[in-house]
């Protein structure tokens, strides 16, 4: 493999890394979380969105900033409103990295249950 071939491939690593930290670091707030669920169901704008809280439309409009630059949300403009929408690759993203460890942790535990198995 080239320098050129390492680099790309660091490159790629970090830039995956970097992707996955937004993406959990978004989730990791619960009107976030919230939002999201209610853009699976549909799709709305930010007023609308705003309306379900009782915190400031600007808050709201900052945590759909969050989202979006997490690729989480993408926002359309229709006239004079906002219309944002869930990206479902962002959330098969964030479950295949979560599934990686579900496997690991189930090998584990089943390695553990077998040496406890033995040990009776």
Request: hydrophobic share 40%; no cysteine; glycine share 4%.
């Amino acid at each position: 493999m080239t320098n050129r071939g390492i680099y790309t491939t660091f490159n790629h690593v970090v830039e995956r890394s970097v992707y996955l930290s937004g993406l959990f670091g978004s989730l990791a707030d619960p009107v976030r979380r919230d939002i999201l669920r209610r853009l699976i169901h549909a799709q709305y704008t930010v007023s609308q969105i705003a309306s379900k809280y009782s915190i400031s439309l600007a808050a709201i409009a900052k945590h759909i900033t969050v989202l979006e630059k997490a690729k989480l949300v993408t926002k359309q403009k229709r006239g004079k409103e906002q219309i944002v929408s869930i990206v479902p690759q962002a959330i098969r993203d964030a479950s295949y990295y979560l599934k990686q460890y579900e496997v690991l942790w189930n090998n584990r535990f089943e390695e553990l249950d077998r040496i406890f198995e033995e040990e009776l």
